[in-house]
């Protein structure tokens, strides 16, 4: 009975034990390599969001703006390829091709306009970021009760509309009774046509919006300065360190990743000009145009004056894709020399 028992059992054992080289496990479907990857990637994704239901929950309002207003409209850009007629819709017109952007490249405009969007974009960033670290180091330095003050008096110009500033322009520059004109003449000079000749407009430009800017920049790193821990300065001044080699050595640097991070968003936004500025302040002079016009306010006109959609729609797409590409270019050249800097 035992050696039945001790066969029945061998036999068992022979057809359970595993040949050699093989586990004994079931038999798994052979998948591949990237199929496993992908899915690995997936629940990680999925448990990711899962972990932190409630942040995207906050952020949904913002996703759906971006979704309506950002992303669904891009659909229009394929009016930049065609002849678009009112009467036949977007998809209903005639297809063009590039010819909107060869009839767009084959004029002095186009050098033109691109060159006024870029050298005064370059101005505008040089310029006011220079200006806007100068007033945040200087604030940090004055008194706690008057620092409202300035913070307040710097900020205002942010909020008014550049409507209101060109009124404000127009009584500086008008030629019959503008303050400028009128010191002019206290002193025995002439008056200048400020909206008659092209040469002073962009040292105006570049003026109103340094003095329309600069509050909201100083405000960003004023803040930056605030966050610097204390103690660095602390150890500078029992080291005998001058005001000016604190900011030199510790804000300076510190903020660097702070003003690279504003600068990379800026050169994306160097082939957007500031449409409010560059119409309203010159008061849409047409002999200005040399010296003021920007991709924008040519865009405006195009689509006012001619009434030609499609070539503003393929004004408005180059303009886009160049702001894309500046910022890829501005971020890999900032990862190049310092990967901590970067975006991403």
């Given at each position: 009975m035992l050696n039945k028992v001790s066969l029945a059992g061998d036999a068992e054992n022979r057809r359970v034990a595993p040949e050699p080289g093989q586990?004994?496990?079931?038999?798994?479907?052979?998948?591949?390599?990237?199929?496993?990857?992908?899915?690995?990637?997936?629940?990680?994704?999925l448990r990711h969001f899962r972990n932190n239901r409630e942040l995207f929950l906050l952020s949904l309002p913002g996703i759906l703006y971006k979704l309506i207003f950002a992303y669904i409209p891009m659909v229009g850009l394929i009016i930049a390829f065609k002849n678009y007629r009112y009467d036949l819709g977007i998809f209903g017109s005639k297809w063009v091709g590039l010819d909107n952007f060869?009839?767009?490249?084959?004029?002095?405009?186009?050098?033109?306009?691109?060159?006024?969007?870029?050298?005064?974009?370059?101005?505008?960033?040089?310029?006011?970021?220079?200006?806007?670290?100068?007033?945040?180091?200087?604030?940090n330095e004055i008194k706690?009760?008057?620092?409202?003050?300035?913070?307040?008096a710097l900020f205002l110009p942010h909020f008014l509309s550049w409507v209101l500033v060109g009124y404000v322009a127009y009584a500086f520059l008008n030629h019959a009774d503008g303050l400028i004109n009128r010191t002019l003449q206290a002193f025995g000079m002439d008056p200048v046509s400020w909206y008659q000749n092209a040469a002073p407009w962009p040292v105006i430009l570049i003026l109103v919006h340094l003095w329309k800017a600069v509050g909201f920049n100083t405000l960003i790193y004023f803040a930056g300065i605030l966050g610097i821990n204390g103690e660095y300065y602390e150890a500078a001044r029992i080291d005998g360190a001058?005001?000016?080699q604190m900011a030199r050595k510790i804000t300076i640097p510190l903020l660097s990743p702070l003003v690279i991070i504003l600068l990379i968003l800026s050169i994306g936004n160097m082939f957007r000009g500031d449409f409010g500025l560059h119409?309203?302040?010159?008061?849409?002079?047409?002999?200005?145009?040399?010296?003021?016009?920007?991709?924008?306010?040519?865009?405006?006109?195009?689509?006012?004056?001619?009434?030609?959609v499609s070539m503003s729609a393929a004004t408005g797409f180059y303009q886009s894709v160049v702001g894309f590409v500046l910022v890829l270019l501005a971020n890999g050249i900032v990862r190049k020399i310092n990967p901590d800097h970067s975006l991403w």
């Amino acid at each position: 009975m035992l050696n039945k028992v001790s066969l029945a059992g061998d036999a068992e054992n022979r057809r359970v034990a595993p040949e050699p080289g093989q586990t004994g496990l079931l038999p798994t479907p052979d998948v591949p390599p990237k199929q496993r990857k992908q899915k690995s990637i997936i629940r990680k994704e999925l448990r990711h969001f899962r972990n932190n239901r409630e942040l995207f929950l906050l952020s949904l309002p913002g996703i759906l703006y971006k979704l309506i207003f950002a992303y669904i409209p891009m659909v229009g850009l394929i009016i930049a390829f065609k002849n678009y007629r009112y009467d036949l819709g977007i998809f209903g017109s005639k297809w063009v091709g590039l010819d909107n952007f060869r009839y767009l490249f084959s004029t002095d405009t186009a050098w033109r306009i691109t060159r006024n969007t870029v050298l005064y974009n370059a101005a505008y960033i040089l310029v006011t970021t220079v200006a806007a670290l100068l007033l945040a180091i200087l604030m940090n330095e004055i008194k706690q009760k008057w620092s409202k003050f300035y913070q307040t008096a710097l900020f205002l110009p942010h909020f008014l509309s550049w409507v209101l500033v060109g009124y404000v322009a127009y009584a500086f520059l008008n030629h019959a009774d503008g303050l400028i004109n009128r010191t002019l003449q206290a002193f025995g000079m002439d008056p200048v046509s400020w909206y008659q000749n092209a040469a002073p407009w962009p040292v105006i430009l570049i003026l109103v919006h340094l003095w329309k800017a600069v509050g909201f920049n100083t405000l960003i790193y004023f803040a930056g300065i605030l966050g610097i821990n204390g103690e660095y300065y602390e150890a500078a001044r029992i080291d005998g360190a001058t005001k000016w080699q604190m900011a030199r050595k510790i804000t300076i640097p510190l903020l660097s990743p702070l003003v690279i991070i504003l600068l990379i968003l800026s050169i994306g936004n160097m082939f957007r000009g500031d449409f409010g500025l560059h119409y309203f302040i010159p008061n849409n002079s047409g002999f200005l145009y040399g010296s003021t016009d920007i991709i924008d306010t040519y865009v405006y006109r195009a689509l006012r004056e001619i009434g030609n959609v499609s070539m503003s729609a393929a004004t408005g797409f180059y303009q886009s894709v160049v702001g894309f590409v500046l910022v890829l270019l501005a971020n890999g050249i900032v990862r190049k020399i310092n990967p901590d800097h970067s975006l991403w």
